[in-house]
């Protein structure tokens, strides 16, 4: 279907090319939902791409097309006959840029920004399907935005930053995130757990302006690389051991527990358990691990059972517990004196409470526990730590299409790190008219 003349003429403004270039033509095939432009350049001297050297002849012209902002509901593309320019100056061949993508892309920028848009709110795949490309095209670009963009980005005044780790998938392939405090953004991630990763991550905030020795605090879990590596790269950084990693490894000393004696003295237990559901002891390994808030009706007496009972689960349940509430009290009094008291307290219950994983918590505890108690008193860290978190979760769902760690990592600087050199969404201007 061609359409009315004037037509290409309101289209060139539509679609913003600059003189040289112009809309010379347009069709729109309506059974199909297409419409393709034909965009021409009208010069035969043109400046060298290449050194700039004025009135060059072309050369030759190459065909391209890139697929544009859908027009109403219309899958729209531009087509163009591309001069290459010979250049007396340089001696070189050149292919003249456009305007409307940048070199080798197949997509317009605006096309590109709106699938980025997409991609910071949704599954790739999802977006993919919204835009009907595939998604491998669109991890290509989150990766080359994502680095032209974190190349551009500062990190000066970095002062708390919190460092993690979370795997790819569970119990493997592992990534190391780390987290600036403050800001409330993601610095930097990277592939593996080892110290190496914290020498990476001083290296890289020194690349971007900031200054490894200006971090003041630092707020991670209790492995031995990291502190290790926080030793070597982060010197004046007082460690502190947020109140997760700390209560995760309360419950799964508390699981330990369980399972052991669940399998180990089965008598004991059936004779604790007599008359209780046949299901009690699924529901207890649930309702254990949860909250009381978060029981169901079965786990709430399965749990009734059990805290009648003289079971060591029994017992690693109500430690469990007793700790989870010393962090909740600190929260409240916020003093370092009183959580102090209220943990060494804790410790000594749990030394002389003859369950081995509890034991063992305790003296981990106690070789770490000035960090620990400054954890339980960093109320605002914590919290960001756990929002992170679930923010990673769902980066990580989003990643599920691909699973590479590369992609993750793509997507997670895409939506945590608030990089601000990323192309702005087609849409946002006119967003701001309306
Ligand atoms: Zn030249």
């Known amino acids: 279907m061609k359409l009315s003349i004037g037509a290409e003429a309101l289209f060139t403004g539509a679609l913003g090319p600059q003189p040289p270039w112009v809309v010379a033509d347009v069709k729109l095939d309506v059974p199909a939902k297409r419409i393709d432009f034909e965009v021409s350049c009208s010069g035969t001297l043109l400046s060298c791409p290449a050194c ?89 670009r989150i990766e ?103 209560i995760a490894m309360a419950i799964q000393a508390m699981d330990d527990v369980r399972r052991e004696e669940m399998r180990g003295e089965p008598e004991k237990v ?51 517990m007793a700790l989870r509430e010393v962090y909740a009290r600190a929260r409240q009094h916020n003093s370092a004196e009183h959580a102090a008291g209220d943990l060494t307290a804790w410790m000594s219950w749990a030394r002389r409470c003859r369950l081995k994983p509890f034991k063992k918590l305790a003296t981990t505890i106690k070789e770490r526990f000035d960090a620990v108690v400054r954890g339980m008193l960093d109320h605002r860290s914590n919290a960001f730590v756990e929002s992170m978190n679930g923010q990673l979760q769902q980066a990580k769902r989003a990643a599920r299409g691909y699973r590479t760690a590369k992609n993750f990592i793509a997507i997670a600087y895409l939506r945590l790190s608030r990089l601000k050199n990323l192309p702005d969404h087609p849409f946002s201007a006119a967003a701001v008219v309306g």
């Open 144 to 246: 080359f935005y994502v680095e032209q963009a974190r190349t551009l980005e500062r990190c000066e005044g970095v002062q708390i930053v919190g460092i993690d780790e979370t795997s790819l998938r569970r119990g493997q392939h592992y990534i190391t995130v780390v987290h600036d405090l403050e800001a409330k953004r993601l610095l930097f991630a990277t592939e593996g757990r080892d110290h190496q990763t914290v020498l990476d991550f001083a290296a890289d905030l020194k690349a971007h302006g900031g200054d490894p020795a200006e971090v003041r605090h630092i707020c991670m879990d209790m492995s031995a690389a990291y502190a290790k590596g926080a030793a070597q790269a982060l010197p004046a950084a007082a460690i502190s051991y947020d109140r997760f990693h700390v």
């Open 270 to 320: 059936d004779a604790a358990l007599f008359g209780a559901d046949p299901r009690t002891r699924r529901n207890l390994l649930w309702g254990m691990r949860k909250n009381p808030s978060g029981w169901t009706l079965a786990q709430t007496q399965a749990m009734h059972w059990l805290q009648r009972s003289t079971l060591k689960s029994a017992r690693a349940w109500r430690l469990r």
């Open 52 to 140: 700039g050297a004025a009135s060059q002849p072309v050369h030759d012209r190459l065909r391209r097309s890139w697929r544009h902002l859908d027009f109403f509901q219309f899958e729209a593309w531009l087509h163009a006959d591309v001069p290459r320019v010979a250049c007396s100056g340089c001696g070189k061949t050149t292919q003249l840029g456009v305007p409307w993508a940048r070199p080798g892309s197949g997509f317009t920028a605006a096309f590109e920004a709106l699938a980025l848009a997409l991609c910071r709110e949704l599954p790739v795949r999802q977006a993919a399907a919204l835009l009907r490309c595939s998604d491998k095209q669109l991890w290509r």
